[in-house]
Nanobody
Framework: QVQLVESGGGSVQAGGSLRLSCAAS????????MGWFRQAPGKDRDFVAA????????NYADSVKGRFTISRDNAKNTVYLQMNSLKPEDTAEYYC????????????????WGQGTQVTVAS
């Protein structure tokens, strides 16, 4: 069983930065791939970024490449999403996800989700 708690959302001006955190409970965190997804009002939940259990492998949506960075601290059971050069189109509820194995960009077979944290980017 894995429980996920996100924090760090908020409101910023376009061009600003935010860092999201996701603290995970449970054992063997290093075996758990972590990811971030987001959902804007009236839209489907979209993949943002993912990181392998070891942290050696990462994957990003094209829309955030070069602006967002996913990282993890296995000693703290925490994954981060550093978001720079934010745009109004980044406005969404951001969800942390965890899976034993690989995080698919479709979000398929993800058993563990956080409660979400809101990010609002004003133009």
């Amino acid at each position: 069983q894995v429980q996920l708690v996100e924090s760090g959302g908020g409101s910023v001006q376009a061009g600003g930065s935010l860092r999201l955190s996701c603290a995970a409970s449970g054992r063997a965190f290093i075996n758990v791939a972590m990811g971030w997804f987001r959902q804007a009002p009236g839209k489907d939940r979209d993949f943002v970024a993912a990181i392998s259990g070891s942290g050696k492998s990462t994957n990003y949506a094209d829309s955030v490449k070069g602006r967002f960075t996913i990282s993890r601290d296995n000693a703290k059971n925490t994954v981060y999403l550093q978001m720079n050069s934010l745009k109004p189109e980044d406005t969404a509820e951001y969800y942390c996800a965890a899976r034993y194995g690989v995080i698919a960009t479709t979000g398929a077979d993800i058993r563990y989700w956080g409660q979400g944290t809101q990010v609002t980017v004003a133009s």
